[in-house]
């Protein structure tokens, strides 16, 4: 069974956090042609090649301070010109520790905060799900799209750019080796709710947890939140970890998720 790294303390659960997170901008880009993955001891860049500042990121800072400048204008001139948005994630245990001063220094605005939350998931209760509601993992060039369907709806209009993005690596994410797993709720046959679990770090890290406006507030997020982590407490696994915006933090905190740091992001102005 995998140790659960909440008993380490917050810097070992924050290193894992981060190697979850990692894996999880990084798998499908690094299998699939003309996409740009540079997964470095001091940084790490993925660019996807789209016009998406959701798919182009740069995480996992471990930067000297006598190269911390140089690296964020390595970041900004590769951006810059290959003329792409991109996001950069300060989670804890980034270096330097005043790293986002820095950032904002070289040009850069914060414009999202949210809570990094683990749970101990031998303390997870099961539930039965919504009535109605059937939970899949998608193993189907169509189900995946499915899922990037309920995706790109957090954007009004439905961003296009995220339909693009899993149809560029849905032979990396539909292989049966892919740490990456993809989950969608049908409710009457049709999707309203997905979440991705990425298995990397000794961990297991949710992202991408949505509901379509029309049928939020009944239970599916919750459902889509459980279902991947009995999944994988099942498998041995004992932590599980996400990225909460401000509107989930009370569900997550029912399921029993607990706060261990700040995650915040960057972009250009």
Same mark, same amino acid.
């Given at each position: 069974? @995998?140790?659960?790294? $909440?008993?380490?303390?917050?810097?070992?659960? /924050?290193?894992?956090?981060?190697?979850?997170?990692?894996?999880?901008?990084?798998?499908?880009? @690094?299998? #699939?042609?003309?996409?740009?993955?540079?997964?470095?001891?001091?940084?790490?860049? /993925? !660019?996807?090649?789209?016009?998406? !500042?959701?798919?182009? +990121?740069? +995480?996992?800072?471990?930067l000297p301070v006598d190269r911390v400048g140089a690296a964020i204008a390595a970041v900004l001139d590769h951006?810059?010109?290959?003329a792409r948005?991109?996001?950069?994630?300060? =989670?804890?245990g980034d270096e330097p520790a005043d790293l986002g001063?820095?950032?904002?220094? /070289?040009?850069?605005?914060?414009?999202? /905060?949210?809570?990094?939350?683990?749970?101990?998931?031998?303390r997870l209760a099961a539930s039965p799900a919504p009535s109605g509601l059937t939970v899949r993992r998608a193993s189907t060039a169509a189900e995946l799209g499915h899922f990037a369907r309920v995706t790109a709806a957090n954007w009004s209009p439905p961003d296009r750019h995220v339909f693009r993005y899993y149809a560029l690596i849905e032979a990396a994410l539909l292989d049966p080796a892919s740490p990456q797993r993809y989950?969608?709720?049908?409710?009457? !046959? *049709?999707?309203?709710?997905?979440?991705?679990? @990425?298995?990397?770090?000794?961990l297991v890290g949710l992202y991408n947890i949505a #509901? $379509?406006? =029309?049928?939020?507030?009944?239970?599916?997020? #919750?459902?889509?939140?459980?279902?991947?982590l009995l999944e994988a407490r099942n498998e041995g696994f004992r932590t599980g970890v996400l990225q909460a915006a401000?509107?989930?933090?009370?569900?997550?905190r029912r399921i029993g998720f607990e706060?261990?740091? !700040?995650? $915040?992001?960057? *972009?250009t102005r």
């Open positions: 069974m @995998t140790e659960s790294p $909440i008993a380490s303390g917050d810097s070992a659960l /924050a290193e894992s956090a981060v190697a979850n997170f990692v894996r999880h901008v990084s798998w499908g880009p @690094t299998r #699939t042609p003309g996409l740009e993955v540079r997964v470095e001891p001091e940084l790490v860049l /993925a !660019d996807s090649g789209l016009p998406s !500042d959701t798919f182009n +990121c740069v +995480c996992r800072a471990r951006f810059a010109r290959a948005p991109f996001s950069w994630w300060v =989670s804890p001063a820095r950032l904002v220094d /070289a040009g850069l605005v914060g414009t999202e /905060a949210e809570l990094a939350m683990a749970v101990d998931l031998d989950y969608v709720g049908y409710l009457d !046959d *049709q999707p309203v709710a997905v979440s991705e679990m @990425t298995v990397a770090g000794g #509901t $379509i406006a =029309s049928s939020r507030r009944r239970g599916f997020g #919750t459902a889509l939140t459980l279902h991947p401000e509107a989930g933090v009370g569900m997550y706060a261990f740091g !700040d995650i $915040i992001e960057y *972009q």
